[in-house]
């Protein structure tokens, strides 16, 4: 099984920047997708981003198009989410992710905390 640890949280001012990193314990170039989710308190786990393997990217929340990038470094094991432009409705957990297969999603990470001020 393939671990993902995430890193590059912090807490930024409104239209501030952050770019999130995500490092796989093992190859992801086989890997279906990488994703990145975000959790507020008392809410479910949404997807902000997708990208896969092809490099086919699929923002899935309206908010952050044209504000968040996310890419993949296959050679690194790396997927990252460059967050600019951000609002204090970002704040929150985000959590990368992987899909094997086109089936969904079978592993988050342990999160990492944004937080941004108004």
């Known amino acids: 099984q393939v671990r993902l640890v995430e890193s590059g949280g912090g807490e930024v001012q409104s239209g501030g920047s952050l770019r999130l990193s995500c490092v796989a314990s093992?190859?992801?170039?086989?890997?279906?997708?990488l994703g990145w989710y975000r959790q507020t308190p008392g809410n479910q786990r949404e997807l902000v981003a997708e990208?896969?393997?092809?490099?086919?990217?699929?923002y899935k929340v309206a908010s952050v198009k044209g504000r968040f990038t996310i890419s993949r470094d296959n050679a690194k094991n790396m997927v990252f989410l460059q967050m600019n432009d951000l609002k204090p409705e970002d704040t929150a957990v985000y959590y990368c992710?992987?899909?094997?297969?086109?089936?969904?999603?079978?592993?988050w990470g342990q999160g990492t905390q944004v937080t941004v001020s108004s």
């Open positions: 992710a992987k899909s094997p297969t086109k089936y969904g999603y079978d592993y």
């Open positions: 990208i896969t393997n092809d490099g086919v990217t699929n």
């Open positions: 093992g190859s992801i170039a086989n890997i279906f997708k």
